[in-house]
């Protein structure tokens, strides 16, 4: 786990999926597209990926996008088959069988040092198996793979799972709501 302070719109409570060590022949590939390590969060409505590269991400150049495997099918990558594709470009994608559409729904994506983080609404994810599998890349504007990491398994409770900090606070708002209610009722009798 590693907290990182920021004023950005995501949780500061990241889990590392895993990293990379740098290119073995720095010529070969830019810095901008070499993935160093992939993290992610939510905050109980969103899921947040977190890709920290070796440079400053270049979001006008390359493609920064996060794979999900979460059913059966999709799009064929290495051992698996990815549904959902955020992407730096502001779009969620689904596999429609043979290509890439656009889902209707937003990816938001941020640019926070050496790291981009890219985010979209639970909801518009169908978590239809246990085990979710994530990869990350970097591509050229025309999709073609620059850099990869993963693919890496996580649970499908913890991606959906609501923060421990949400525990309380739901707890105190139902006893607030049942409390208002009694003090009604009373108010009545």
Known sequence: ???????????????????????????????????????????????????????????????????????????????????????????????????????????YWQVDGTNIVLWTDLDNIGLNTQDIHILSSTTTKDRIIKDKLGSYVVLRSKISEIPLILIPLVTLAIYLAVSNRRKKRLAFV
Do not use: C
């Not at 990926?49 to 006008?60: G, I, V």
């Not at 999900?68 to 698996?80: A, C, F, R």
């Open 1 to 107: 786990m590693t907290t990182v302070d920021s004023d950005l719109p995501y949780p500061s409570n990241w889990v590392q999926l895993g990293s990379d060590s740098a290119f073995p022949n720095e010529q070969e590939r830019p810095k901008k597209v070499d993935i160093k390590a992939l993290y992610y969060t939510n905050n109980g409505t969103h899921v947040f990926f977190r890709m920290a590269e070796a440079d400053t991400p270049d979001p006008k150049s390359f493609l920064y996008n996060i794979y999900l495997d979460t059913k059966p099918g999709g799009e064929q990558i290495d051992s698996y088959y990815y549904d959902y594709m955020l992407s730096s470009d502001g779009i969620l994608y689904e596999w429609n069988g043979t290509d890439w559409i656009d889902s209707g729904y937003p990816t």
